[in-house]
């Protein structure tokens, strides 16, 4: 059981891609993404309920290679690492010594991340609109096409052409607030960034 909202990571780790391939009209949207290979920032997680009282705050850093590689580390308020390796995902639960292990489709048909990794145009799963500025950013909003969703909207926030904040709404009203800081595009990876091993004595779940 993960002690982290496991769903709101992975949509974002495989939003990247699909927006690159889209033409939403948006030239601050079409110019960023298609430009962005990989991604690196340290950033602080929140999590709102419906009547937007906090219900939970992490931090930590993340590096995301197209297509496919992250690395998600969470140090603060326990320490806890998830890697994508293109097939597998690795979660580590460093207080726990425990690893859980599951192929990465897998893991995306549970999460709305599935609709987000598909090679169609964005245009084909949501409907963007511009916000406007809101505290000296540039937000959009994103709405799925279909009904039938774990979640309502995604609003991104920009500041000139940078991705600074990501907003994911559910169904519930709930709210997962992305903010990011330090941002590196295109940063150049060392060949291990996107590799785990788990540590020897740690209980691996998932894998025989």
Do not use: C
């Amino acid at each position: 059981m993960f002690r982290l909202k496991q769903w709101g990571l992975l949509s974002l780790l495989t939003f990247l891609p699909v927006i690159a391939m889209g033409q939403t009209g948006y030239a601050v949207l079409d110019n960023f993404f298609s430009q962005v290979k990989g991604f690196q920032a340290e950033f602080t997680q929140t999590v709102f309920d419906e009547n937007f009282r906090e219900v939970q705050k992490s931090s930590g850093k993340m590096a995301l290679m197209r297509p496919g590689n992250f690395r998600w580390s969470y140090v603060t308020p326990y320490e806890q690492l998830i890697v994508g390796d293109g097939k597998e995902i690795w979660i580590y639960d460093v207080d726990l010594e425990q690893v859980t292990v599951k192929s990465q489709q897998d893991a995306l048909d549970e999460t709305p991340a599935q609709l987000l990794s598909s090679d169609k145009p964005i245009v084909d799963h949501f409907s963007v609109v511009e916000l406007g500025m809101r505290s000296d950013l540039a937000w959009y909003e994103l709405r799925p096409l279909e009904e039938e969703n774990a979640f309502m909207a995604i609003r991104l926030g920009f500041n000139g052409e940078t991705l600074t904040q990501m907003e994911l709404q559910d169904g519930l009203g709930n709210r997962t607030l992305f903010q990011y800081r330090a941002v590196e595009i295109n940063p150049k990876f060392s060949a291990d960034v996107f590799n785990f091993s788990p540590p020897e004595g740690v209980d691996v779940i998932g894998r025989e």
